[in-house]
């Protein structure tokens, strides 16, 4: 068990850091130009608003629409706190301190809403992320609606990593824990978990609780790069967004989050230029594929060694059909 | 020694009286039957047993290690903790799961690691969860699933459900355990494995029993005394003998032969 820990840990190194030398090789030599990059910025960031927003309504199985909430607490008190402290400490500072203030309001929020159920919870989240925009609309610190400029860009591609990277082992690794089963455990059968000893209430609330901290990382990512916040950045609208990535990739795959943020972001890229019908296609997208995948691209289902091996087998028992016929 | 101790238990849902004034005792090691007709409330004495629903009236109280505590009106969770586990009427498995995970989030309860070493993966959480797996693994052979260890619980047969759930209940460490109607849906052979299953279980750990069955041949054969519950009351308690030879028992299931066993 130690032996293959250790050898998955490895695996997981290398191809990270493979992917990471990639990019920024790539960014060496001028293959990646600025716009790229800012579009490999917002992959990241809504990989890691994706994954959190998974692991809440995914796998935990707790409506939110209230993720761009937590999003921006985590945005505005970074954005200030790094104005206020324009040093890489104090962006990292104000990082922390926005995701921890993120966690402490989803906890606070979480408390009495995850009691209810379904269509309340998702109406209660929801209305909990618009108290959040109109408080920002209206405090002097944030600058109201004009929104705050000029925030230090501390974040380059090593940091988008590393925030990225990390984000996704931690819910990884807590998904693979007794806790994370715990929080699977009530998606599936909420009765059932507490009849075998789970405190549903108390995993609800630790899962919409990490949710929202790394909602606040990913809020924190975003100040830090595009340097420029409004209330409105963070509406009903961005929290959709979100849910349509979980969605999409499939409530309760991991895997499925980051391919489905890599896609929509491609889509959209590749529809730039075509400002009038960008809407349109890129709805029309949606829908095909909920037609086609009403699961969503990968189900609840993991990419892993096996399910490649698997494809493997499938893709040799059509060619091999194909040669017998020859 | 009364394991558990349940005195005038009531539940009404509205106008409906589903289970009235229900006194109980199970003594330590038993294994006792509650039998009764359609809708006589027995799941809802179950229900009302494990927190899935408050009692309108009445006391639960469970012991364990010698110390009694009165359960009622806690929440299931702590009830578990305090030693109730159960089977479901209508198999209530973690369906996307494995057959392995179904079994160890009932184990939970006794995990030591921390957040930290959720995280992390830190030495802690492989070590615990290597003694998870093991102990699972244990389970899982007595009710002959551990071959299908990494299945997922939706595709195991019937049967085999149902035994899943027997071994779920035991993880959580139960003094008490109730069952469910755990025959439901099995053939004859079926059962006759069920039977010695549950008669092993008892022994080897050192459980009392409470299980609601409608196969009066498993009731009659395995039970050392049961209680009949109509209309929410019971309405007779007794060795299996005195049970088939009880008027109002016979009344009670009008047309069924109780004697048939
Ligand atoms: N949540 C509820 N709300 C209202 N009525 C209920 C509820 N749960 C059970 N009842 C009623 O209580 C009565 C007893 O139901 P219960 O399920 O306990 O019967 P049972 O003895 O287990 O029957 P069966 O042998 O069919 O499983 C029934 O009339 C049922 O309709
Ligand atoms: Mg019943």
Known sequence: MKNMLQKRWLKTLLSLVAAYGVVQLL???????????????????????????NLITGFTGQFSLGHAGFMSIGAYVCGIITVANPTLPGFLLGTLAGAVTAAVVGFLVGLPTLRLRGDYLAIATLGMSEIIRIV??????????????????????????????????????????SHGRACISIR????????????TTKYKVMSFTIGAFFAGVAGAMYASYFYFLKPDLFNFQKSVDILVIVVLGGMGSISGSIIAAVLLAVIS??????????????????????IFRPQGLMGSREISAALFRKWGEGLKRVFGKEKERV | ????????????????????NVNMELQEGELVGLIGPNGAGKTTVFNLLTGVYEPTAGTVTLTRN?????????????????????????????????????????????????????????????????????????????????????????????????????????????????????AAGMNPAETAQLTELISWIRKNFQLTILLIEHDMS???????????????????????????????VIEAYLGEDVNDA
């Open chain 1, 269 to 290: 890229t590749v529809l730039q230029s075509f400002p009038e019908l960008r809407m349109v296609i890129y709805s029309l997208v949606l829908v095909i594929i909920m």
């Open chain 1, 136 to 177: 920002f609309l209206n405090m002097q610190i944030t600058n109201g609606a004009a929104g705050l400029n000029g925030i230090p860009q501390f974040v380059n591609w090593t940091w988008m990593f590393l925030f990225t990277a990390g984000t996704i082992l931690l819910i990884v690794n807590f998904l693979h824990s």
């Open chain 1, 188 to 199: 599936e059968d909420e009765i059932a978990a507490e009849a075998m000893g789970i405190n």
């Open chain 2, 66 to 182: 010698g110390k009694g505590k009165e359960i009622q009106g806690m929440k299931p969770f702590n009830i578990c903790k305090a030693g109730m586990s159960r089977t479901f009427q209508n198999i209530r498995l973690f369906k996307d799961l494995t057959v392995l995970d179904n079994v160890r989030i009932a184990m939970h309860q006794n995990v030591k690691y921390g957040l930290a070493s959720a995280f992390l993966h830190l030495p802690a959480y492989a070590k615990e969860e290597a003694q998870l797996v093991e102990k699972c693994m244990e389970l899982l052979r007595i009710v002959h699933l551990d071959g299908k260890a990494g299945e997922l619980a939706s595709n195991l047969p019937y049967g085999e459900q149902r035994h899943l759930e027997i071994a779920r209940a035991l993880a959580t460490d139960p003094v008490v355990l109730l069952l469910d109607e755990p």
């Open chain 1, 27 to 53: 960014i060496a030599v001028g293959v990646i130009n600025d716009y790229i990059q800012a579009t490999i910025a917002t992959i990241c960031i809504n990989m890691v608003l994706a994954v959190s927003l």
């Open chain 2, 1 to 20: 020694m009364a394991i558990l101790s349940v005195k005038k238990l009531t539940k009404s849902f509205g106008g409906l009286t589903a289970v009235s």
């Open chain 2, 218 to 248: 498993l009731v009659m054969k395995i039970c050392e005394r049961i209680y009949v519950l109509d209309y929410g009351m019971i309405i007779a308690s007794g060795t299996p003998e005195e049970i088939k030879a009880d008027k109002k």
